[in-house]
């Protein structure tokens, strides 16, 4: 591992130590003499960065007094919540880390309609949490991924097509601002923050969310399975059918180099109801398509499914015991960095401390670009054929893999995510990175001759979420759609000297290449 002699700032370093606050201060502080820095500043994307320092609050009491340690020793603050960044930009080179990873509470009203959530809880956190009362956050996928960093991108998930993003269901966030003052953001006091820190990126330190929480019906689940010569047609029968259909069913396809898999989720429904809806596409007339569509699933047994933990709905003890092995996570989930020391785990209790505990989450090294393929511009079969012929031509080496989300989403937009109405489908195309040149050459060229295809065809939007540092169009435009102005003027108000940045957020001016 190369490791960068980079000296340690003392004025930081002491003004960090007086922030942190409670029990193991010195080992809460990673800086690049530690042999654990390297581990310490990677996140579930491996690219290198080098923090100043990095500070592992655990209270969010320590988040001003931290914000303040940097702007007087003049070190911009990155906060790192699940540390899930596509291109680990939680970890900046030259920046004050603070994780918040390690702060993770999920309060539940007495009603239990909502949930005061600290910014560094992941999503399996808080679904174990809120699962223990029949409730949920409508909210997505990957159980590692922090509310912090979440918040930011908006949110898809497998409700969303009739409940929304997750972020149209936040009801008030509280923010420490870059001059160290603790703000809350809601619908009723400071709107326009409210509206840009959802969906729109970062305009200060977010600590904290009041959510609403759900109460999802149980479910029926479709799983199916095509082999390599059938990808095409099951991937044109998919996508020609799936946006179109009742809004409770949500769905995603699976296309990989050899065969292509489809998981749905129809909310509320039944087998007969599902079978009813799958019937007409004529996915089950596919050769030799293997398929289940299974009932009175319960929702952690849904989210299993996204998992690969399961393909038929279990009775619920069986789904819970299952849901633990991919949720039920620590606030330091990943696997260790290949070579790097490990990072000091100083509290990998999981949030069910008396039940199984969440295996650790892999760590990725891949290119990725993505695109939502937006209804004024329809896909052609040209486009689909494109797509499947030239990925299933590559190396399996390179694990190539798209991600299909199907949005049409019918409720309308209430934060600065650009493209809920817009947006038909999500594609989410990555082939990993590879240390044997030829085969990283090979990859780099799909990618490249993709987007060079893909973009006059579909369009440039693309998913914040998913940040490119490569994109090939402006990336403004690209994240925040229309929103970029408005979202400008907002940055200019509550961080006008750009505190929180990194290379794509917005800045407090009008950005380049954009005209307001
Ligand atoms: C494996 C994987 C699966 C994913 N699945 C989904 C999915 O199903 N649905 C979906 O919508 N997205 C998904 N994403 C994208 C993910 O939602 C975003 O990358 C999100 O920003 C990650 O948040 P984080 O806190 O985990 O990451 P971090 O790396 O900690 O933060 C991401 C960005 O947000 C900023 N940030 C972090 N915490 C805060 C805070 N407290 N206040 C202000 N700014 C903050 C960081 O500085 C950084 O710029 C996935 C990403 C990965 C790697």
Known sequence: MQLRSVSVDSA?????????????????????????????SSGAVLFTEYPAIIAYATSINEISPLVQCGSTTGYKVTPRSGGHHFQNWSALNGTLVVDISHINYVNISEDLSTATIAAGAKLGQIYEILDQTGHTMIAGICPTVALGGYLGVGGYNMQMRVEGMAVDHIRSIKTVLANGSTVT???????????????????????????????????????????????TEATQKYLDWASHQDPHFNSQL??????????????????????????????????????????????????????YTQT?????????????????VV?????????????????????????TKAKPWNRVSIIN???????????????????????????????????????????PATSAFPWQEEAQYLFRFEVVRST??????????????????????IGSASYAGYVDADISVNPYAAYWGD??????????????????????????????GISC
């Open 436 to 457: 044997n040149a030829t085969l990283q050459a090979i990859g780099q060229k799909f990618m490249d001759d993709l987007d060079a295809y893909l973009i006059p065809r």
């Open 312 to 328: 038929t709905c279990t009775d619920d003890a069986t789904a819970h015991e299952a849901f633990n092995t991919e949720y039920n």
């Open 254 to 307: 699976n296309l990989y180099g050899g065969y292509a898999g489809v998981v749905g989720w129809y909310l509320g429904k039944t087998v007969e109801e599902l079978t009813a809806i799958v019937k007409p596409s004529g996915l089950l007339d596919v050769p030799g398509v293997n398929y289940t569509i299974t009932g009175n699933c319960s929702t952690e047994n849904s989210r299993n499914y996204w998992q």
């Open 369 to 411: 670009k993505t695109y939502f393929v937006t209804k004024s511009k329809p896909l052609d079969q040209e486009t689909i054929e494109y797509i499947v012929e030239k990925s299933g031509a590559l190396p399996a080496e390179l694990s190539f893999w798209t991600e299909m989300t199907i949005f049409n989403i019918s409720v």
């Open 185 to 231: 953001a809601s619908a009723s006091e400071n709107p326009d923050l409210f509206w840009a820190s959802r969906g729109g990126g970062t305009y200060g330190f977010t600590v904290e969310a009041t959510i609403e929480t759900a109460v999802l019906p149980r479910s029926a689940m479709l799983w199916m399975n095509f082999t390599g010569p059938t990808r």
């Open 12 to 40: 930081l370093l002491n003004c960090v130590k007086r922030a942190l606050i409670g029990k193991d201060v010195d080992s809460r502080i990673v800086t690049p003499s530690n042999d654990t820095y390297y581990a310490a």
């Open 331 to 355: 606030p330091d989930d990943f696997t260790p960095v290949p070579g790097a020391v490990a990072q000091y785990g100083f509290d990998d209790v999981p949030i069910l401390p008396n039940q």
């Open 483 to 512: 929103n970029v102005c408005r979202l400008s003027s907002v940055k200019e108000q509550y961080d006008p000297t750009s505190f929180f940045s990194n290379p794509f957020s917005i800045p407090p001016t009008k950005p380049e």
